[in-house]
């Protein structure tokens, strides 16, 4: 089946500084992904929206310039979490089609 | 606006009894339903999904899945269980388009199996 692979699968760094998470599709093209966030023994959140070639659609309540994307490419999409802070500090899953990554989780500290 | 409900956080079953999670939406249009299952520190493993046509759908790993208009639900059943399957289970709603699934998740089934 289909696949996406997400990197790193975790990740620690001091506040402050600034993260990049990928999240490919391996076989197959995605014009449109999507970043979720979980916090522990939570549901998931969609965050926003990615779109191959334009800008994001953020969900309510998230802020775009902490949380940078881009997709540049039809099987690649960025999460670049800005100046992050402890309350940062979660598991960050992306999906393409309705197929999932493995996480990643970020730890601030 | 779209919503789902799983009203079971928790619950623990005997290996080899079955297994029935159930779930509850709320949605606008035509519903897309999904199941999902997450091993801790893991991503989601698509169990199942209903789109259309026959109401009772086979997912992997032994799982089904019916979908009832008229109760709003779409339940995970399993006949047998395995320890294998103790995992966080999540249901999911959400459109169907051809750029993927925009998805709204329940907060999930915590499934403890005993041996």
């Known amino acids: 089946g289909a696949v996406v692979s997400q990197h790193p699968s975790w990740v620690i760094c001091k506040s402050g500084t600034s993260v990049k998470i990928e999240c490919r599709s391996l076989d197959f093209q995605a014009t449109t992904m999507f970043w979720y966030r979980q916090f522990p023994k939570q549901s998931l959140m969609l965050m926003a929206t990615s779109n191959e070639g334009s800008k994001a659609t953020y969900e309510q309540g998230v802020e775009k310039d902490k949380f940078l994307i881009n997709h540049a490419s039809l099987t690649l999409s960025t999460l670049t979490v800005t100046s992050a802070h402890p309350e940062d500090s979660s598991f960050y899953i992306c999906?393409?089609?309705?197929?999932f990554g493995p996480g990643t989780r970020l730890t601030v500290t | 606006a779209q919503s789902v409900t799983q009203p079971d956080i928790h619950i623990t079953v005997s290996e080899g009894a079955s297994l029935e999670l159930r779930c509850n939406y709320s949605?606008?249009?035509?519903?897309?339903l999904f199941w999902y299952v997450q091993s801790p520190g893991q991503g989601l493993q698509l169990l199942l999904k209903?789109?259309?046509?026959?109401?009772l759908v086979q997912g992997i790993k032994g799982f089904e899945a019916e979908f009832k208009r008229s109760q709003s639900s779409f339940n995970l059943r399993k006949p047998s269980v395995h320890w294998s399957d103790a995992a966080e289970y999540f249901c999911a709603v959400g459109p169907f388009t051809g750029g993927g699934n925009k998805l709204t998740f329940g907060t999930g089934t915590q499934l403890k199996v005993e041996l």
């Open positions: 949605y606008g249009a035509t519903p897309y």
């Open positions: 999906s393409a089609e309705q197929y």
């Open positions: 209903y789109f259309s046509g026959d109401t």
